[in-house]
T-cell receptor, first 112, second 112 residues
């Protein structure tokens, strides 16, 4: 069974640009969550989607957005990039609430 | 505010010994707690999930305890091996079980 796939693995962007990250969940998993990981803050929850609907959102500015498609694949978008957005962005899929999460390898975003 | 605390100092132990990692939380009433392993540059990998009504759970060389009175979980790796060297993350359910709140992790180094 294929795991969670995130693309691209690495990205370098300039301040002010926008970026789109992609996540393909494990087949059959309808819940997709996104997390930001930085050395200072650790892993922080961004948002969670289920059946194309955002069910929950973490404490991040509106520049961070996402969506989920009918095949459960998800994308997240960050607009007007700031240096502080440099982080490892992780996507996780699960069968539903209160179950284990399966993470992808992450996308390492560097904003210069 | 809700807090999840893990030892920020790295834990160094000798191969064959038992490693014990601690996760303490405040202002939480979690329905379950999870432990993940993360290697550098990779996404977290699920290890164990323990529910609030369970005191202890085991899987091979791993054991987790969950004390809701002390608000603490202990994670044990018995007969540790150098391959166990990684960062171990504790996570509690948040937002009704639709998100995970992570501690910042404890780095474990097992030396031969």
């Amino acid at each position: 069974k294929a795991g969670v796939t995130q693309t691209p693995r690495y990205l370098i962007k300039t301040r002010g640009q926008q970026v789109t990250l992609s996540c393909s969940p494990i087949s059959g998993h309808r819940s997709v969550s996104w997390y930001q990981q930085t050395p200072g803050q650790g892993l922080q929850f961004l948002f969670e989607y289920f059946s194309e609907t955002q069910r929950n959102k973490g404490n991040f500015p509106g520049r961070f957005s996402g969506r989920q498609f009918s095949n459960s694949r998800s994308e997240m978008n960050v607009s007007t990039l700031e240096l502080g957005d440099s982080a490892l962005y992780l996507c996780a899929s699960s069968r539903g609430r209160n179950t284990e999460a399966f993470f992808g390898q992450g996308t390492r975003l560097t904003v210069v | 505010s809700q807090k999840i605390e893990q030892n920020s100092e790295a834990l160094n132990i000798q191969e064959g010994k038992t490693a014990t990692l601690t996760c303490n939380y405040t202002n939480y009433s979690p329905a379950y707690l999870q432990w993940y392993r993360q290697d550098p540059g990779r996404g977290p990998v699920f290890l164990l999930l323990i529910r609030e009504n369970e005191k202890e759970k085991r899987k091979e060389r791993l054991k987790v305890t969950f004390d809701t009175t002390l608000k603490q979980s202990l994670f044990h790796i018995t007969a540790s091996q150098p391959a166990d060297s990684a960062t171990y993350l504790c996570a509690l359910d948040g937002l009704g079980g639709y998100a995970l709140n992570f501690g910042k992790g404890t780095s474990l180094l097992v030396t031969p």
